[in-house]
């Protein structure tokens, strides 16, 4: 189900709900602004982290935020958001209700209290959702405006380092790389340690500052070509620096900070003077075969595919081949094997417009590489010369499953030809074996049923069931297989017989619709029952909680409040599962 205000209590699991209501009520959100749909708030964790929000209604298509935390969908961080943005709005509707004249608020129901412990709990005030910025500049006088940036500047350095990136065709108007190449090694310096290393924490804050400057090249690929060629070319030489003198970028924010340079490097070159398409040519010559680049990034390729399109005379040609074959000469170990992969479909991109002979050399000699057998395949394909296609397809699946037997692309090609020579038998045989070798069953029955007759199909799928249950352990297939095929009696006994959360919340509902809630009740306290026995700690009971809300809307209100009771008189020497009763049901 999406995200949405009016549900994000019971969608959140428990632990990140609870810890995200500790953030709101301890007044650790320090703003929140919003323009149209859009929300930005800044909340106060092990250090200050950025969270956006897109708000649509009441229903939340996409959020995101700038901690670490890499568990689950939502953060707790997220979590303190959407309790204040819920608790504002009902705040908001309260003064709504209270603006209105007495006779109109006559008969309207009186909201329930909130209570989230047996005692009331002190909530310091976060700030009410502000204007944007960006509306506040357009009121500011800009004499004003220059006197804050210009103290601001003083004693923000990586502030003023962004600014003068931002207007750098002010002052660098040739786009020289060295000045961008000063400016990053100041901004890095302002964020390493007293020993020159750069933690986790000030390498995102680097990483989010190198974001913001490739947003300025993307920019200025169309409105001043020079000044991206020189910030992006600065990013690239730069950047792979900081792994040598020290870094914790476990986050990967540098290392994209590279990747995306190129690709932006890549898009300049596509649309600019040929004077610059020789500087980029030359700068890949230059930098494109130190190590720095292959020892922490493996970047060498990414020179490669950036310089192939730029190769468009002899003398390039000549130059490309020499720096291709340098590279080979310095490659060693296990990824070489890769690195010559790259080299030789580059070398066949080339001579392909230079000689045609020598890159139909070079492509028959190499079938080996997946690339050039694929469209070797496709092009006998093409020809309908089933018999090439499918030794082609055959070997390709051999070099595949070297090491280990498994259905792979190259199969599906063999099923495709199969069913062009109209070989029944052969497609059945490799459709059952894609279903019966491979984890997604689902992905691949729709294949399988094609190639058995209508009238057989029920069999087939009783005789599954059966085989199913003879397994060993109990596979959650069964019970997808039972609902597409409407044998509701088989899904009843396994999820009787195999009682968990994660089949309830799937089949659930399809159980309840056949045979009523009393069917889904007992199921669902025999979980909670073997839940409680063995999680025995805050966190098991949070999750026990959580489960308990997914059984509630199948509950009459008074039967629910009595499990709840049963549980209590269970385990009365429970504290913290009592006090986690107690905060979500007031029991």
């Not at 935020?65 to 979590?79: E, F, R, T, W």
């Not at 209570?115 to 959702?129: E, M, N």
């Not at 986050?251 to 995306?260: D, L, M, N």
């Amino acid at each position: 189900m999406a995200l949405s205000l009016t549900n994000f209590k019971t969608e959140i699991e428990g632990k990140i709900l609870d810890r995200g209501r500790s953030i709101y009520l301890s007044g650790d959100i320090l703003e929140v602004e919003q323009e149209d749909k859009e929300i930005n708030a800044w909340v106060q964790g092990t250090e200050e982290y950025h969270i956006e929000i897109l708000l649509d209604g009441d229903d939340i298509p996409w959020k995101n935020c700038s901690c670490p935390y890499d568990y689950g969908d939502v953060c707790k961080h997220v979590a303190a958001v959407l309790y204040h943005l819920s608790e504002e709005e009902e705040e908001e509707e309260e003064e709504e209700i209270k603006a209105q004249p007495i006779a109109k608020r006559r008969g309207r129901p009186k909201k329930p209290t909130k209570t989230t412990s047996a005692k009331k709990q002190p909530k310091k005030k976060t700030s009410k959702r502000r204007p944007a910025a960006k509306k506040v500049l357009e009121q500011i006088d800009p004499e004003q405006l220059r006197e804050f940036l210009a103290d601001a500047f003083k004693n923000d350095r990586s502030l003023k380092e962004r600014f003068m990136a931002k207007f750098s065709h002010v002052w660098n108007e040739a786009g020289d790389s060295s000045y961008y190449r000063t400016m990053l090694r100041s901004m890095v310096t302002s964020h390493a340690g007293r020993y020159g290393f750069i933690d986790y924490r000030s390498a995102n804050a680097l990483g989010q500052e190198m974001d913001n400057l490739m947003d300025t090249a993307e920019k200025q690929i169309t409105t001043d070509k020079p000044q991206a060629l020189g910030l992006l070319c600065a990013i690239i030489e730069e950047v792979p620096e900081l792994y040598i003198s020290g870094i914790d970028d476990s986050s990967g924010y540098q290392g994209y900070a590279v990747e995306r340079s190129f690709e932006l490097l890549k898009l300049l070159s596509e649309n600019c003077p040929e004077e610059m398409r020789e500087n980029i040519f030359e700068f890949c010559i230059r930098e494109g075969t130190k190590n720095k680049y292959e020892d922490y990034g493996s970047w060498w390729s990414n020179f490669i595919t950036l310089m192939e399109p730029l190769v468009d005379d002899k003398e390039r040609k000549e130059k490309m081949d020499k720096h291709l074959n340098t590279l080979l000469e310095k490659k060693d170990g296990f990824s070489r094997r890769y690195l010559e992969e790259d080299i030789l479909k580059t070398r066949y991109k080339i001579e392909s417009r230079f000689n045609p002979a020598a890159a139909e050399k070079i492509f028959q000699e190499n079938l080996h590489i997946e690339a050039f057998r694929k469209t070797a395949f496709e092009s006998a394909l093409k020809n309908q010369d089933f018999k090439k296609a499918k030794k082609l397809a055959k070997e390709g699946s051999d070099l595949t499953n070297k090491n280990y037997k498994r259905p792979n692309d190259w199969d599906l090609l063999l099923y495709d030809v199969a069913q062009l020579e109209k070989d029944e038998k052969t497609a059945r045989d490799i459709a059952e074996y894609f279903y019966y070798k491979s984890h997604h069953k689902k992905e691949h029955l729709p294949r399988l049923e094609k190639h058995i007759p209508k009238e057989e199909w029920n069999s087939w799928v009783d005789q599954e069931l059966i085989r199913l249950e003879k397994q060993r352990w109990f596979d959650p297939h069964s019970c997808w297989l039972a609902v597409r095929e409407s044998r509701w009696g088989k899904l009843k006994k396994y999820m009787t017989e195999n009682p968990s959360f994660m089949l309830l919340k799937d089949y659930g509902d399809y159980l309840a619709q056949q045979f009523g809630n009393e069917t889904v009740i007992p199921i669902y306290k025999t979980a909670i029952w073997a839940l409680l026995k063995e999680k025995v700690n805050r966190s098991g009971y949070q999750k026990t909680c959580q489960r308990l809300k997914r059984l509630k809307p199948y509950m009459e209100k008074d039967a629910f409040m009595e499990f709840i009771r049963e549980i209590k008189l269970k385990y009365p020497r429970r504290p913290a599962l009592l006090s986690e009763l107690r905060n979500n049901f007031g029991a």
